[in-house]
């Protein structure tokens, strides 16, 4: 089993960065990918970025040049800068990792992210 702790959410202003980290308890067995999920009140979880271990990344369009994922994979951590933020952008943001050949799923406990206008 592999636990997933968020850390890094918190109110900020329209326009400004917010950085995310999510630390694995242990090595995600590979190939591998590391993610990011939000959720916001009243809507289906959705993808914000993901990045494989191979070194893939893919966004939603909806934040495409404002966040920029990260791995380091010697911690076994997954990082979400994001920039030029919107009230848009409020959300529970989501850590998930999954191993590609045992389709296993593992999800943070989710941090708030708040964006005011």
């Known amino acids: 089993q592999v636990q997933l702790v968020e850390s890094g959410g918190g109110l900020v202003q329209a326009g400004g960065s917010l950085s995310l980290s999510c630390a694995a308890s242990r090595s995600i067995n590979s190939p591998n990918s590391m993610a990011w999920y939000r959720q916001a009140p009243g809507k289906q979880r959705e993808l914000v970025a993901a990045?494989?271990?191979?070194?893939?990344?893919n966004y939603a369009d909806s934040v495409k040049g404002r966040f920029t994922i990260s791995r380091d994979n010697s911690k076994n951590t997954v990082y979400l800068l994001m920039n030029s933020l919107k009230p848009e952008d409020t959300a529970v943001y989501f850590c998930?990792?999954?191993?590609?050949?045992?389709?296993?799923?593992?999800w943070g406990q989710g941090t708030q992210v708040t964006v005011s206008s």
């Open positions: 998930n990792a999954r191993e590609h050949r045992s389709n296993r799923n593992y």
């Open positions: 990045k494989t271990s191979g070194g893939i990344t």
